[in-house]
């Protein structure tokens, strides 16, 4: 059965990056997530992953998991198209990604409430001299005027509020709709006491109503929630029409690259300068520095009073190492890593730094250790000439990087040192 039948739903996909064609005109699937489609949902895995590998649930749970704090850290990812992105202008698309923001933020802080003021005669609350001056009338005490009843103010939480119904009844839409595809378990909302709709109110509305109240309050939660909300109405109807949605990445290398940022730590910015950029000269003597090649992690490792210098490059690779070598990284990517080792060795001296530890960091199968050794490539032809094969437990470090939790710096300094 084909994946994605429909044909205009292949050229959205296509147009959006998520389906591209190989040299011989098949569509290959570029998207790592989960989507709606077609009444079904999908689950993606990262190509690291095998649907042999245990179950597809638990690990589509821990890549959205990973997913989730990427784009949290990250907001100016490389995306095409940010699916990630609550706020993205493909609202046609993204209504997954408002549904995990909708959520969690009813997880963080429950219901929007909206108090409403009233006056009570002879009340607890705080006294409103100037009405209770205009309204009612003193009796006389030795010459003065004595106040017998007065008027408060009282602030109660309006049950029935408008807005405040809406947004129950879109957070169950939500978690009802989208909430397993996302990680998150049942949501039980009846103790609210906020009722729901019978029935959604016509889009139009919940438009006008939302819009009057993004006008009216000035909280911090109005101004986070409130164009959440019409977003939301936005996005679901236009899911609806399109009948597609999206949460995930085309780029999940870069995913791979931060998951092993987190791993090793990493001081690109105060390298990068030393990485030289190519000069452009014209035969009329005009020069112009152009963009330059970037290291994936560059950082410092310690041993004892000792400090080394590390480089690493990640790689979101299939690797298979001799004797059947397959999926490597090209001959460009291991002279590049030399380059770099050549372009830094002068400061790493000046900087007092040891010696210098040059690496492609790939994924690997789940082991107890986590990080290892597994070889390495040679290419003669400049004084540096090995770059080392490191693995990666690609569970194990997106679980890590999901939930924010460092490595063990001492194995991590330990397998380095040691390859």
Known sequence: MELFPDPEMRRTLIQNGVLTPDK??????????????????IQILPKIFSASQGSVTSTMRQVVR?????????????????????????TELN????????????????IYRRLREREVFGGNGQ????????????????????????ISRSATRDHDYFVSRLHRQIVETAARTFGHLLGFGPLNLDHEPYEPFGEMPALSLCQVRVRQEMQDA????????????????VAIDKAENADLALYGTNAFYDVWEKVCAQALGNERDQWQGYIPRPTWCSTEGHEQAADTFQPDIVTRIKDGAVEHLV???????????????QGQPGVNDVAKQLWYERCLVGAARDRGLSRIYNFFVVPGPEREEGFWWDGQVDLPGLPETTVKVMRLSALQALV??????????????????AA
């Not at 408002?98 to 802080?109: E, K, M, P, Q, S």
Request: with cysteine.
């Open 400 to 417: 890590r990087y999901g939930d924010g939790v460092p490595h063990d710096a001492g194995h991590i300094r330990a397998v380095v040192m």
């Open 127 to 150: 006294v409103n001299w100037r009405r209770t001056i205009e309204r009612t009338v003193p009796v006389l005490s030795s010459g003065r005027p004595v106040y017998v009843e007065t």
């Open 66 to 90: 990973a997913l989730r704090r990427y784009a949290r850290w990250q907001p100016q990812h490389r995306d095409e198209a940010p699916f990630l992105d609550p706020m993205a202008a493909h």
């Open 24 to 41: 011989n005109g098949a569509l290959r699937v570029r998207f790592v997530g989960v989507a709606v489609a077609g009444g079904c949902s």
């Open 218 to 233: 000035f909280s911090d939660r109005a101004m986070q929630l409130l164009p959440m909300l019409l977003a939301w109405l």
């Open 311 to 325: 480089i690493a490059d990640a790689k979101y690779y299939r690797l298979s190492m001799p004797p059947y070598l």
């Open 95 to 110: 209504a997954l990604a408002l549904a995990d923001w909708l959520i969690r933020d009813y997880h963080n802080v429950g």
